[in-house]
């Protein structure tokens, strides 16, 4: 039984030496004085604020993508012990002693490095000999834009690295489909690459394009799958259920579980809060719950409430009202009827609270017990300060002729009524009998007599309306756009009949948790919503560029320049691999066209397994440039180099591949291939010299001569960074 005990227990292990060296040599060219600069280096102004939040735990939105990135680098502030206590607001500006810059930068100059064996890796799998894919992975080590980019506190390098990791991860597992479907490294590989492209895709939106490839090339092969007549039935279900299962389901589930982590870290208010609905905003810790904490649920005939619109655009606003009227006549010879302006303001202010009313009686007061509104009830709402009641009329609103202007009413004794009923519609409700609920029923107004719609028309007033934003009654209206619907944010039950008393309770604080009732599927589709539509104004920036310029590398950025000795950083590329890269993707486009066109003819120039490699290395690295190249043509955003990284990192893929067919089956006599040989390593020395060259704008030392720089200056669009003194 303890026979085992005789015989020594040998443990085993594999080492791959050739991917140990290229990740050491990785970690080196990245870590390599990594707390230099100790200045704020471009974007991580940008990256530097969110991480700030993050280690105080309070909410933020930042519309360029999801919060993975930004949770990797919080994890790196964690990890160095950074309590959130700098103040991001000036590229330059020196870090404190408590900013642990080390290991802010510490992930991603270790995704950076780790590219390098992923690429070495890639080509291994698929189907290249160690020599091409030592060279794909010296062209990566040796690219002076993906240095520059890794070692700073920026995601692209993590981008890229869980772009490669997931494009690894299905070539291993579409290799070991042959060998071993359904093996515990066959599903490993599989739900790998269902994890690295929800991790790509969660750091930035722009990792979707390569998620989309991947899906695709998995599509095409269950494709062939499918007309595999010798796998049976119940094996084929079993393939499509599994891709389904590690390449939909984990990716979503994966998404999903960085905002439940977003969300659960940060759980106090902040001050990106006033763009989130007020049931969001209840649910944080300060901020509007601390206001809201046990104000009444359900509106009744005499609650005193404030009414925010839901559309928040553009920028959050309550309904507001104050003595001033409309002018009697606009500036277009437009009359109005001087009656009691009502606006949309974007700040908190008493003039902001209504009195939800009966028709039918004169109290303004909540009776014993409360009689709550429910769906489909007739109100009147009178605002709090001025008495006056909402109206709306047959008259055309001051900046949007078409619709009716919304007004509270002032009886002039002239033939014009009051209209002052509406009927409360709950657009979010679960029945018709459902009760109007604080913060969290979504409500429009339909006035009674005309049929139109309370709605923010988004325009700014002019001075007499003090810059406020309109409203309107609109009367055409369907379906429930966002600006026809309001919720109530804060809420008191009315007590005081007499106006002075009443006053002083309107100008007194409310003091139900709403919070807890959000779930968190609630919280992710709004903030997911915010994130996908909110959109700051995009200027023109000194460093933005054309994708066109990429391709040139006819721009740069200047990420960081010192004052005093001219030391300076920049995002440039080796231009000698991306002259190289544009020269492969040329060559391998028109030799797969003329393959192809033979074949069509029945003349096959290279063998049938040759013809099968090209097409798959091409379709990964060329299909991998185009889907992260082409879409930005038709972004309307403000653009920079480095978006272009993870299209040239597919590009640099594709330069040994070529390199390597053009030595197997277009040279054919030993001189061509000799010939080819000494080309190639010349063209290897170049690459290396140029990284040289241009290594003091990589990493920012040593600084250089003005002569020094003016040398590095090989293009006249570069904006390379030269003292006149």
């Keep these: 039984m303890l026979g085992f005990l005789k015989h020594p227990v040998v443990l085993s292990v594999e080492i791959n030496v050739n991917l140990l060296v290229l990740a050491v040599a990785g970690l080196i060219s990245r870590l390599w004085a990594l707390s230099y600069p100790r200045a704020v280096v471009f974007d991580e102004v940008y990256y530097g604020q969110f991480l700030s939040l993050y280690m105080k735990q309070i909410f933020f939105v930042d519309d360029?993508?999801?919060?993975?990135?930004?949770?990797?680098?919080?994890?790196?502030?964690?990890?160095?012990?950074?309590?959130?206590?700098?103040?991001?607001?000036?590229?330059?500006?020196?870090?404190?002693?408590?900013?642990?810059?080390?290991?802010?930068?510490?992930?991603?100059?270790?995704?950076?490095?780790?590219?390098?064996?992923?690429?070495?890796?890639?080509?291994?799998?698929l189907g290249f000999s160690h020599l091409v894919a030592h060279g794909a992975a010296l062209l990566i080590l040796f690219e002076n834009s993906l240095i520059t980019q890794s070692r700073l506190m920026l995601l692209e390098s993590v981008l890229i690295f869980f772009i490669l990791l997931g494009v690894l991860s299905y070539l291993k597992f579409y290799n070991l489909q042959r060998q071993s479907p359904f093996s515990?490294?066959?599903?490993?590989?599989?739900?790998?690459?269902?994890?690295?492209?929800?991790?790509?895709?969660?750091?930035?939106?722009m990792g979707l394009f390569t998620y989309i490839l991947l899906l695709t090339m998995a599509g095409m092969h269950s494709w062939q799958l499918v007309g595999d007549r010798s796998l049976p039935n119940v094996s084929l279900l079993c393939h499509l259920l599994a891709r389904g299962l590690a390449l939909v389901v984990i990716p979503v589930a994966t998404y999903l579980l960085f905002f439940y982590a977003h969300l659960t870290l940060l759980y106090r208010s902040g001050p990106h809060d006033q763009i989130m609905t007020s049931a969001f905003q209840a649910s944080l810790e300060g901020g509007l719950a601390r206001i809201t904490q046990g104000q009444p649920l359900e509106v009744a005939y005499g609650s005193q409430i404030t009414l925010r619109n839901i559309l928040g655009k553009p920028m959050p606003?309550?309904?507001?009202?104050?003595?001033?009227t409309y002018p009697i006549r606009y500036e277009n010879g437009r009359g109005s009827s001087h009656q009691q302006q009502v606006t949309c303001y974007p700040f908190k202010d008493v003039n902001n609270w209504w009195i939800v009313k009966d028709p039918g009686t004169q109290q303004l007061v909540v009776s014993n017990p409360p009689r709550p509104v429910r769906h489909g009830n007739i109100v009147q709402l009178v605002h709090g300060i001025t008495t006056r009641y909402l109206n709306t009329h047959d008259v055309a609103a001051p900046l949007s002729p078409h619709s009716q202007e919304v007004s509270c009413y002032i009886d002039y004794n002239i033939s014009m009524p009051a209209q002052n009923l509406w009927r409360v519609e709950i657009v979010n409700r679960d029945s018709d009998g459902d009760i109007w609920k604080t913060i969290l029923s979504e409500v429009r107004f339909v006035h009674v007599n005309t049929s139109a719609v309370l709605?923010?028309?988004?325009?700014?007033?002019?001075?007499?309306?003090?810059?406020?934003?309109?409203?309107?009654?609109?009367?055409?209206?369907?379906?429930?756009?966002?600006?026809?619907?309001?919720?109530?944010?804060?809420?008191?039950?009315?007590?005081?009949?007499?106006?002075?008393?009443?006053?002083?309770?309107?100008?007194?604080?409310?003091?139900?948790?709403?919070?807890?009732?959000?779930?968190?599927?609630?919280?992710?589709?709004?903030?997911?919503?915010?994130?996908?539509?909110?959109?700051?104004?995009d200027t023109e920036h000194k460093y933005s560029s054309s994708p066109l310029d990429w391709i040139t590398l006819d721009t740069n950025i200047a990420y960081w320049f010192h004052s005093t000795s001219g030391a300076q950083i920049h995002l440039l590329g080796n231009v000698v691999t991306w002259m190289s890269a544009n020269m492969a993707t040329l060559a391998y486009v028109a030799l797969f066209l003329w393959y192809l066109l033979r074949r069509r003819r029945n003349i096959h120039d290279i063998p049938e397994d040759a013809w099968w490699q090209w097409v798959s290395a091409g379709g990964l690295c060329v299909g991998g440039w185009a889907v992260n190249y082409l879409p930005f043509f038709l972004m309307e955003k403000t653009l920079f180099l480095y978006h272009y990284l993870p299209a040239v990192t597919f590009q640099i893929l594709l330069v040994p591949i070529v390199l390597q067919h053009m030595s197997d089956h277009l040279c054919r006599s030993k001189l061509s291939k000799s010939m080819h040989s000494a080309f190639v390593v010349a063209w290897f020395s170049s690459v290396y010299l140029t990284y040289h060259t241009f290594r003091p704008l990589t990493?920012?030392?040593?600084?250089?001569?003005?002569?020094?720089?003016?040398n590095l200056r090989w293009k006249d669009s570069w904006d390379i960074l030269i003292r006149k003194h």
């Design 184 to 205: 515990a490294r066959w599903w490993f590989w599989l739900c790998l690459t269902g994890v690295s492209c929800a991790c790509a895709v969660g750091v930035k939106y």
């Design 317 to 324: 606003c309550w309904l507001h009202s104050h003595k001033n």
């Design 455 to 537: 709605k923010l028309s988004g325009a700014s007033l002019p001075e007499w309306g003090y810059r406020q934003l309109e409203i309107i009654g609109e009367k055409i209206s369907k379906g429930y756009h966002q600006s026809m619907l309001w919720n109530v944010e804060e809420h008191r039950y009315g007590k005081s009949q007499e106006q002075k008393e009443r006053e002083v309770e309107l100008h007194s604080p409310t003091r139900i948790s709403i919070g807890q009732n959000l779930s968190f599927m609630a919280k992710f589709t709004e903030l997911q919503w915010k994130i996908l539509t909110l959109k700051n104004e």
């Design 64 to 125: 360029s993508g999801p919060p993975f990135g930004h949770m990797l680098l919080a994890l790196g502030g964690y990890l160095g012990g950074f309590d959130g206590n700098f103040l991001w607001n000036r590229i330059g500006a020196e870090y404190s002693f408590n900013v642990p810059i080390w290991t802010l930068r510490l992930l991603p100059a270790v995704a950076g490095a780790l590219c390098v064996p992923l690429a070495y890796q890639i080509l291994v799998e």
């Design 699 to 710: 990493y920012g030392e040593p600084p250089l001569s003005k002569a020094e720089l003016q």
